[in-house]
């Protein structure tokens, strides 16, 4: 029973476009989500978060979107730059908790020069 | 200033066989955190420790796993008889006390691979 689901494994996207990736979650207890990166042979960093009173988190190029009725939430990279090639994977937890985070599978994004 | 180091960064067992893995946290960072993330699938939560105490262990199987985070030395993840469903990596995180999920620093990840 996947809690939080990215349905996309992977993205291609031209440099300098905008990149989405979507992630949705079932379970109604999670009030905390997050992003991370991932390169390969390296571990996951956190890029952004955002909490459920909040509907959207804007950090320079990187900005998460929140709908909580649909149960949803987005990344948006504008500018994608070919740097931004990784894995990424969307995250949910209650409380902010780092032993209750639940990840989704991830979606490969490969931005093209 | 290191990261949090996990080794082996790649380990080969036969069915039967332990596995120990090992990660050493941030500098001044107490509290450590075992994920593991099967083939194609997303990062799964599986230990909580402080130094000396097991905070949480709900994610981790009942039986042939055990994971120490002692006063001296790394954390430690051992897996006994392992089986071919234990190949996986293995990211061990950690934070300077219980902190939210956004200032978790992981690991590179141990590749647990068994024939």
């Known amino acids: 029973d996947q809690q939080v689901k990215q349905n996309s494994p992977s993205l291609s996207v031209q440099e300098g476009r905008i990149s989405i990736l979507n992630c949705d979650y079932t379970?109604?207890?999670?009030?905390?989500f997050l992003w991370y990166k991932k390169y390969p042979a390296e571990g996951p960093t956190f890029l952004i978060s955002?909490?459920?009173?909040?509907d959207k988190n804007e950090d320079g190029r990187f900005t998460v979107f929140l709908n909580k009725s649909a149960k949803h939430l987005s990344l948006h990279i504008v500018p994608s730059q070919p740097g931004d090639s990784a894995v990424y994977f969307c995250?949910?937890?209650?409380?902010?908790?780092?032993?209750?985070?639940?990840f989704g599978g991830g979606t490969r994004l490969m931005v093209k020069p | 200033n290191a990261g949090v180091m996990q080794n082996p960064r790649h380990l080969v067992r036969r069915r039967g066989q332990e596995a120990r893995l090992r990660c050493s946290p941030m500098?001044?960072?107490?509290?450590v955190y075992w994920y593991r993330q099967l083939p194609e699938e997303g990062l799964k939560f599986m230990v909580y420790?402080?130094?000396?105490?097991?905070?949480?262990e709900s994610g981790m199987p009942k039986e042939r796993f055990s994971a120490e985070f002692p006063k001296e030395g790394p954390s430690i993840l051992r897996i006994q008889q392992v089986v071919r469903g234990d190949s996986a990596a293995y990211f061990c995180?950690?934070?300077?006390?219980?902190?939210?999920?956004?200032?978790?620093?992981f690991g590179a990840g141990s590749r647990l691979t068994v024939l």
């Open positions: 500098k001044g960072h107490s509290h």
């Open positions: 995250a949910a937890s209650v409380d902010n908790a780092g032993n209750m985070l639940t």
């Open positions: 420790l402080q130094k000396e105490n097991i905070i949480d």
């Open positions: 995180a950690s934070s300077r006390k219980s902190s939210g999920a956004n200032v978790l620093t």
């Open positions: 379970n109604s207890m999670f009030d905390y």
């Open positions: 955002i909490s459920s009173i909040k």
